[in-house]
């Protein structure tokens, strides 16, 4: 069982518990409270977009300094206790060998641990972020899922991290990475998005809204194995916001042996709330509208051609309605050390499944291009575990400096700080003196030798 969250931080872009901390502290109307939130969290957004790295700074410099237009008496409250823009820090980052993937590890407040990842399209960034700490659906090709569930995230750690993505694409040394923000989000790292329910739609609405991140709400993705009830009320709460559902079976049978809570939720439900979702957008939206369907290929367990077939069947209802998205298994890590349980299809099994779908049927399938598996950043890899530990540590104010490499990318607290390595600049001074002092030395034993012959 997870033990209950004991948080003292105050995150600053947590608008509702920052308006109940003004209301009671600042002795402001509960309207009041609600506009200076608003207020802050718009300017603490706008520096955040722009990949200002505020967050380092002292709550009451910050508020001093960054935050404006608010009463005395607001600023008077902010003093007294800390408010700051992370509540949580950057511990690891991996890069993937063709640098088109980053996983950020973070820590949270209460030492819980997450990942997100940065995916680098050619047009597109795309931020892969957590709901959960762990997760409770127990997916049996899911490393995360094999951690179980361990806590839900506030609303502002969920958007944390998108700060810590964009600070750190415009902070970075490379000059295509300090052109590129966040442009899509996907809720597909770790947890189940649908069972942190209130906090995800809160920070979903902070992503679309013009005056914070201004997404376009079709560039939201959130992610789910099927929460039939939440799957029903989710475009009324996110009007908009894509929907993805991680079917992966196209029995109860064989999806129950791979996702055992999948018994809490019939197929013939599932299809139910997909279909459901579905009227809603299209009343909304017209026609035209569609679920992205995600489909884990796993070798001899549901890759082959017949379940394909049923597949098919299953969704020929819904034609004109659906993408399938195929995603070839990713070997997971666990505490344990590499899960065997799976293997990835064959090129062959992948070709004949997507034939059935696309050219038999007439749906709509895509294969995922997975990125970052080699830093266990790809789908269905995510447990904080780093593919290599550093040999050395950092702090988060010398990551994001120019005059430092990314390849130095382990961060540490204030104590360990005093443990940094030796400059490199250093020791190639060392070098080249000792190097000419050898020298000086060999000439004039040379010197004495000719003397003395």
Request: hydrophobic share 40%.
């Amino acid at each position: 069982m997870a033990r209950k969250r004991r948080l003292v931080s105050n995150c600053l872009l947590d608008e509702n518990a920052l308006a109940v901390y003004l209301q009671e502290r600042a002795g402001l109307s509960q309207v009041k409270a609600e506009s200076i939130a608003s207020r802050i969290l718009d300017q603490v957004i706008n520096y955040t977009r722009k990949g200002k790295n505020i967050g380092t700074l002292d709550s009451e410099v910050l508020i001093r300094k960054y935050i404006s237009g608010i009463p005395k008496a607001a600023y008077a409250a902010l003093s007294q206790e800390k408010w700051s823009l992370f509540t949580s820090q950057v511990s690891a980052i991996s890069e993937s060998s063709n640098k088109k993937t980053t996983k950020l590890l973070i820590e949270l407040e209460d030492k819980y641990q997450i990942e997100c990842v940065i995916l680098r399209h050619n047009k597109r960034t795309t931020l892969c972020v957590s709901s959960q700490a762990g997760c409770k659906m127990g997916c049996t090709f899911c490393a995360t899922g094999q951690l179980g569930y361990e806590a839900n995230l506030t609303r502002g750690e969920i958007l944390q991290q998108i700060a810590h993505a964009q600070i750190f694409l415009k902070s970075s040394n490379n000059s295509e990475d300090e052109r590129r923000s966040v442009t899509n989000i996907v809720f597909m790292g770790m947890g189940e998005p649908l069972n942190n329910y209130a906090n995800v739609v809160a920070a979903g609405k902070v992503l679309v809204d013009v005056k914070r991140f201004n997404l376009s709400p079709g560039r939201v993705t959130v992610s789910t194995v099927g929460v039939v009830n939440r799957m029903k009320s989710i475009h009324a709460d996110l009007p908009g916001v894509s929907l993805a559902l991680s079917l992966h079976a196209p029995s109860q049978d064989l999806r129950q042996k791979i996702i055992p809570t999948a018994k809490a939720y019939p197929l013939h439900k599932l299809m139910g709330a997909l279909k459901e979702h579905l009227r809603q957008r299209e009343k909304s939206f017209g026609h035209n509208q569609f679920v992205m369907i995600e489909y884990i290929l796993l070798s001899g367990v549901n890759d082959m051609e017949n379940v394909a077939e049923e597949l098919a069947k299953l969704l020929l209802p819904l034609q004109q309605q659906v993408k399938v998205n195929l995603i070839p298994y990713n070997p997971i890590f666990n505490p344990q050390g590499l899960a065997q349980t799976f293997e990835a299809p064959s090129e062959e099994s992948i070709k004949a499944f997507k034939s059935v779908l696309s050219k038999k049927y007439g749906i709509f399938c895509t294969v995922r291009t997975e990125m970052g598996q080699d830093v266990n950043g790809a789908c269905g890899q995510l447990a904080c575990v780093a593919k290599a530990k550093p040999d050395y540590s950092e702090d988060i104010e010398d990551m994001f400096s120019p005059k430092k490499s990314k390849s130095q990318l382990r961060l540490t607290t204030k104590k360990q700080r005093r443990h940094k390595p030796v400059h490199l600049k250093f020791m190639d001074n060392r070098l080249l003196l000792s190097g000419v002092a050898v020298a000086a030395f060999l000439s004039l034993t040379a010197i004495y030798v000719r003397r003395v012959l």
